[in-house]
């Protein structure tokens, strides 16, 4: 992602992209099974996707994933 963003000249938006995977389960991918965890893991690591595994989300805002325990992560925007 860093990379693309650089390569159309978004600099700060490079340098400020972050990208979390949250996940219920307390692996990736678990209704893959156990084969591809490897694969998955190796190739989010490579991309720097940062994973947040065990976490329920409680509500969704305009700028943050709220989680069941409160905690907010703070996010431009917000995949489901």
Do not use: K, M
Not at 8 to 30: H, Y
């Amino acid at each position: 992602l860093r990379r693309h963003l650089r390569a159309l000249g978004a600099t700060a938006a490079a340098r400020d992209a972050r990208v979390v995977l949250v996940e219920r389960a307390s692996v990736v991918g678990p209704e893959l099974g156990v084969g591809p965890r490897a694969t998955i893991l190796a190739a989010l690591g490579s991309c720097g996707v940062e994973l947040r595994l065990g976490a329920q989300v409680s509500r969704i805002d305009a700028d943050a994933v709220i989680f069941a325990d409160g905690e907010r992560l703070p996010c431009a925007t917000t995949l489901i």
